[in-house]
């Protein structure tokens, strides 16, 4: 069950010169729900206020069973009240959410997944459990 809980999710990434802006909005409407974008020429971002605009994140990781790696990478990069991690840009336009261990691995660049809330534990339990 979705954790009940305030939270702040971000997701953004650069938009390279020989992308689309339009591709690069698909690839974060893809990984998220509910969320607002705002694009500019060189980079774009969700922004949500909910949970549940992970559920797209949550649903992948259960149907691949990678539970114990996106908590481990949740709980490496904790730090206080925020964890990030980064997702493959261009697995994201093509409708798959696929976890990159460092920025270089997305040759485009990643998409930067941050999550604040004061219950970021509990919300790191319900993504990754």
């Known amino acids: 069950m979705i954790p009940d809980v305030d939270c702040m999710v971000e997701a953004v990434c650069e938009i390279n010169p020989s992308e689309d802006a339009g591709k ?3 690839a974060l409407s893809n990984i998220l729900e509910n ?3 705002k694009v500019d020429p060189y980079s774009a971002m969700c922004t ?5 605009s992970l559920s797209k994140i949550h649903e992948s990781i259960q149907r691949h069973h990678s539970q114990k790696v996106y908590q481990r990478f949740l709980y490496d990069n904790l730090d206080g009240d925020e964890t990030w991690f980064y997702l493959n840009k261009q697995a994201a336009f093509a409708g798959s959410i696929s976890l990159c261990e460092h920025d270089n691995e997305s040759p485009l660049g990643p998409i930067k997944v941050r999550i604040r809330s004061k219950n970021v534990e509990r919300i790191i339990e319900w993504l990754a459990s």
């Not at 949500?48 to 549940?52: A, G, H, M, T």
């Open 35 to 37: 969320f607002e974008l």
């Open 48 to 52: 949500s206020s909910n949970v549940d």
């Open 24 to 26: 690069v909005s698909q």
